[in-house]
C-alpha cells in the first residue's frame, strides 16, 4: 500500500494537560511530519527526517499548516441538525418544542438517511472525524447513521434512543421494545467496520424503571458496548428527577440501581453535581461530556470542568446539537473556554486542543485510537489553517510561540479554518 506522508507543524499529547503540568503533556514540532500506511500513523517525528527515511511516500506538504488528531465529539444528537439555533427555550421546553416534532420524522428512513449524511459531511468540514450521536427511537434512523458513517470509514458511536414515558406517543417505546430493538442493532452493528453501539437512554425522566432495567440488564449482557445518557443538566430537570424517583439518593442513583453506571458510561452535561455523584463518577472510571454551546445556549449553568479534572472524572468534549449552537469543535473549545472564565479559569489553548482530541477519545475509551496524533492509531486528521480569516490572520501575524497563533483560531475560527481533513488514511477534501 502506497505510504502518505504529512509535512507541517504538528501538534500531539503525551499526557493529560488537565491534571499535570502541560508543558509536559505536548508534542509540538515547526516542522513536523505524519507517515501514514494502511490507514494508520505509522510514525511521527520530524518531517525532513522522515521524508529521507521513506522516499517512496507520497508527500502532501501544508506548509505552516498545523496538522492534529481529527476532533472527536462526544455527544450530539444528529437527529437536530435541522433545528440548530432554534429560539428561546430552556431544556423541557425546548424538547416538546422543538425537538419532539423533529424526531417524529425519523421513521422514515430516506429523511434519516439524508440528515445522517448532512450531518456528517457538515462534521468533516468542521474538522470532527468521530461523532457520538443519539438517534431516535425509531431503528431506522440507527441504520441510517451507521450506513452514512461506513459509507464515510468514519468511526462512530450511536445508539437507539429509549422513551417510554414523558414523551408523544409517536415517540414511545416499551421497557421490551426498547430491550429488542436495541439488542437487534447491537448486534447488527456493534464492531461492524468502525461502529461502535451505545445503549442510549435519553435520560430517566423519559425512562420508566422497567425500561431503565431492561437496558441496563442489556448492558451487563454486552459489557463492552458504551451507555450514553444524559445528567443534570438543569435544576427544574434535577427537581423533577426527585418527583419520578423519590427513593432515589441523587440523580446519578436513577442509572446506577438500574445498572447503568459504569465506566463504558457517558453522561453528558453533569453541570450540577452531587459530592457522592462526583466520588461514584471518579471511582468507576465513568465519564462526563461538557457540552459548552448548548450549557450556554440553553442556559443550563457552568460546568466545573477543573474541579471534576481534579476529581479524577474523565471528560468529553462536545457539541450536543442541535442543543448546542455550533457544528464547530473550535467554537466549542472556545465557549469552553468562556465558561472556564466565568469559573475563575483560563484554560489554556493546549488544554482545550486536548480536550477536543484525547479528551474525548478517552471518555469513548478508544484513547490511543482516535484522537491521537501518534503512531498506532487510526488517521483521522485535521489539518488547520492559523490565518482563515482577515481578522484571524491580522491577530496571528503577531504571535510569538504556536499557543499565540493557535488561540485566535479557538476563539475565531470555524469551518473556513478546516484546511484538510483525512479519514482513516484517506483524505477527505483538497
Ligand atoms: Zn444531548
Not at 527515511?53 to 450530539?76: N, R, S
Request: charged letters at 15%.
Amino acid at each position: 500500500m502506497t505510504k502518505t506522508l504529512l509535512l507541517g507543524q504538528t501538534l500531539g499529547f503525551c499526557g493529560n494537560p488537565l491534571t499535570g503540568d502541560w508543558t509536559e503533556a505536548v508534542s509540538y514540532d515547526s516542522a513536523g511530519g505524519v507517515l501514514i500506511d494502511g490507514g494508520r500513523i505509522v510514525a511521527t517525528g520530524n518531517g525532513a527526517a522522515l521524508q529521507s527515511a521513506h522516499p517512496d511516500a507520497v508527500v502532501t506538504d501544508y506548509g505552516a499548516g498545523l496538522i492534529t488528531a481529527g476532533f472527536v465529539d462526544a455527544h450530539m444528537h444528529y437527529p437536530q441538525t435541522g433545528i440548530i439555533a432554534s429560539w428561546g427555550k430552556q431544556l423541557i421546553d425546548w424538547l416538546n418544542t422543538y425537538t419532539f416534532p423533529e424526531e417524529s420524522r425519523f421513521g422514515d428512513a430516506a429523511y434519516a438517511a439524508e440528515v445522517a449524511g448532512r450531518t456528517l459531511d457538515l462534521a468533516l468540514a468542521h474538522g470532527t472525524t468521530t461523532l457520538t450521536s443519539f438517534c431516535t427511537i425509531h431503528p431506522a434512523s440507527v441504520d441510517a447513521f451507521f450506513e452514512a458513517a461506513a459509507a464515510r470509514n468514519m468511526a462512530v458511536v450511536a445508539g437507539k434512543t429509549c422513551m417510554d414515558r414523558n414523551a408523544p406517543d409517536s415517540l414511545r417505546d416499551t421497557a421490551k421494545s426498547a430491550y429488542d430493538d436495541s439488542k437487534t442493532l447491537l448486534e447488527k452493528w456493534h464492531g461492524s467496520g468502525r461502529a461502535t453501539y451505545a445503549i442510549t437512554p435519553r435520560f430517566s425522566p423519559t425512562s420508566t424503571p422497567d425500561q431503565l432495567a431492561a437496558l441496563g440488564a442489556l448492558w451487563a449482557e454486552n459489557p463492552d458496548c458504551l451507555m450514553q445518557t444524559h445528567l443534570s443538566e438543569q435544576l427544574p430537570e434535577i427537581a423533577w428527577v426527585q418527583e419520578l424517583f423519590p427513593d432515589a439518593r441523587d440523580y446519578l442513583d436513577t442509572y446506577e440501581a438500574f445498572g447503568l453506571l459504569g465506566a463504558r458510561g457517558l453522561y453528558g452535561h453533569a453541570i450540577h453535581l452531587e459530592p457522592r455523584e462526583i466520588a461514584r463518577l471518579a471511582e468507576l472510571g465513568a465519564a462526563v461530556v461538557h457540552c459548552p454551546t448548548s450549557n450556554t445556549f440553553i442556559g443550563s449553568g457552568l460546568f466545573d470542568l477543573m474541579g471534576l479534572a481534579k476529581a479524577s472524572v474523565s471528560v468529553g468534549l462536545a457539541t450536543d446539537t442541535g442543543g448546542g449552537s455550533s457544528f464547530s469543535m473550535l467554537r466549542t473549545m472556545a465557549a469552553a473556554y468562556e465558561i472556564g472564565q466565568l469559573r475563575g479559569v483560563a484554560l489554556h489553548p493546549a488544554q482545550l486542543m486536548w480536550l477536543a482530541t484525547e479528551g474525548s477519545a478517552e471518555a469513548l475509551k478508544m484513547g490511543g485510537q482516535i484522537g491521537h496524533l501518534g503512531a498506532g492509531a487510526m488517521a483521522d486528521i485535521t489539518v488547520l489553517d492559523l490565518q482563515s480569516t482577515p481578522a484571524i490572520a491580522q491577530r496571528a501575524a503577531r504571535a510569538t510561540d504556536l499557543w499565540d497563533a493557535l488561540f485566535p483560531t479557538i476563539m475565531m475560527g470555524d469551518d473556513r479554518a478546516i484546511k484538510d481533513v483525512w479519514v482513516a488514511g484517506a483524505q477527505r477534501q483538497a
